[in-house]
């Protein structure tokens, strides 16, 4: 157990629907991060944010659009994917952007989601 | 720019015995490293981080790492496997450039199979 948690765990969906993956971290931590892990690929830094501020979006399309709505939250909603984007949602929360303190990154179990 | 190469997509040796994944960064700051293990269906453990103290670095499950900064290495040991190793590696480097955005590097992931 890391301190991050994730909802739901799995999750199907059409390619029509709406849903929202959620994250929650108890560890006082002020920043968090959506990775993406898809099969033979390295992971895929989505978004970063750090006290409750979007600090980077790697290019991500805009059927992904996150949310920060307090430090210990992060949800990341999904509109009209594609089969493609079927893969491993990770969380993460670290104390600081790792960038200016050494900390490292805690992550949730994730989300398997996969767009029929 | 910083990246992570790990050597080895896929390592197999017998319980009982040494475990060497090996990876090499490449960074033009002095670098942050970590390794990460991925469990089935799990998410991501860290296993030790390297934050320029000392280059042997000591982590959970009897796993350590070296960093060796003329190889730009920091390949991860073990003297003795365990059933309970097998899973997926991630040789990770802190990107620390001047945006700051605390983005962590992952390498392709290694994954150590371990026979009885």
């Known amino acids: 157990e890391t301190g991050v948690t994730q909802t739901p765990r799995h999750l199907v969906m059409g390619m029509t629907n709406k849903k929202s993956l959620k994250c929650e971290q108890h560890l006082g931590h002020n920043a968090m991060y959506w990775y993406k892990q898809s099969a033979k690929k390295p992971l895929e830094l989505m978004f970063v944010?750090?006290?409750?501020?979007?600090?980077e979006n790697n290019s991500v399309p805009s059927r992904f659009s996150p949310e920060c709505p307090n430090s210990s939250h992060l949800f990341l909603h999904l509109h009209t994917l594609q089969p493609e984007d079927s893969a491993l949602y990770l969380c993460?929360?670290?104390?600081?952007?790792?960038?200016?303190?050494?900390?490292?990154?805690?992550f949730g179990q994730g989300t398997r989601l996969t767009v029929v | 720019a910083q990246s992570v190469t790990q050597l080895d997509s896929h390592v197999s040796v017998s319980e009982g015995t040494p475990v060497l994944l090996r990876c090499n960064y490449s960074s033009s700051y002095s670098p942050s490293l970590f390794w990460y293990v991925q469990h089935p269906n799990k998410g991501l453990q860290l296993l030790l981080k390297y934050t320029s103290a000392a280059t042997l670095v000591k982590g959970i499950n009897g796993f350590e790492a070296e960093f060796k900064k003329s190889e730009t290495s920091f390949h991860l040991t073990k003297p003795s496997a365990h059933m309970s190793d097998a899973a997926e590696y991630f040789c990770?480097?802190?990107?620390?450039?001047?945006?700051?955005?605390?983005?962590?590097?992952f390498g392709q992931g290694t994954t150590l199979q371990v026979k009885p």
């Open positions: 993460a929360s670290s104390q600081d952007l790792g960038g200016r303190v050494n900390t490292e990154a805690f």
């Open positions: 990770v480097v802190s990107d620390i450039s001047s945006s700051n955005t605390g983005k962590l590097i």
């Open positions: 944010y750090s006290l409750e501020e979007r600090v």
